[in-house]
């Protein structure tokens, strides 16, 4: 299972982003495709159309992950063993969540995700686009 990150989310806006291609791609491939909770909020706090969130929505068929007590535990504690960085809660709360589903997390930002990599963290790779 992949989790998209909030960036992913917005870039589905823009048909042909490189978002929206690897998205394709990893659904040609079958791959499963999920969020956080935390990052669907992200997203809906936009702007965002009506009919963008529905295709969010579609994609992602309504998986989007709960954020519950395991989920806070474990983003406490990648808080806490990451240095402390108040620009880093939401991205504890998102590999928190993803690391809870054993899934990967696609985003853009991916130098802010590393960081928890050491703690169980993977990140997805973009496919391989055929042409």
């Given at each position: 299972?992949?989790?998209?990150?909030t960036n992913y989310l917005i870039g589905l806006?823009?048909?042909?982003?490189?978002?929206?291609?690897?998205?394709?791609?990893?659904?040609?491939?079958?791959?499963?495709?999920?969020?956080?909770?935390?990052?669907?909020?992200?997203?809906?706090?936009?702007?965002?159309?009506?009919?963008?969130?529905?295709?969010?929505?579609?994609?992602?068929?309504?998986?989007?992950?709960?954020?519950?007590?395991?989920?806070?535990?474990?983003?406490?504690?990648?808080?806490?063993?990451?240095?402390?960085?108040?620009?880093?809660?939401?991205?504890?709360?998102?590999?928190?969540?993803?690391?809870?589903?054993?899934?990967?997390?696609?985003?853009?930002?991916?130098?802010?995700?590393?960081?928890?990599?050491?703690?169980?963290?993977?990140?997805?790779?973009?496919?391989?686009?055929?042409?």
């Amino acid at each position: 299972m992949i989790h998209l990150d909030t960036n992913y989310l917005i870039g589905l806006r823009v048909k042909g982003s490189p978002e929206a291609q690897e998205v394709d791609d990893w659904l040609a491939a079958r791959q499963t495709l999920a969020t956080s909770a935390v990052a669907w909020t992200e997203f809906l706090n936009g702007p965002v159309t009506p009919l963008e969130v529905e295709r969010a929505e579609v994609i992602l068929q309504s998986r989007i992950i709960p954020f519950g007590q395991p989920e806070a535990v474990l983003a406490a504690e990648l808080f806490n063993k990451t240095g402390r960085k108040r620009g880093s809660r939401f991205d504890c709360l998102i590999a928190a969540t993803a690391i809870v589903a054993q899934a990967e997390v696609a985003t853009v930002n991916q130098s802010d995700f590393k960081v928890f990599v050491p703690h169980g963290l993977k990140l997805a790779v973009a496919p391989t686009a055929t042409t």
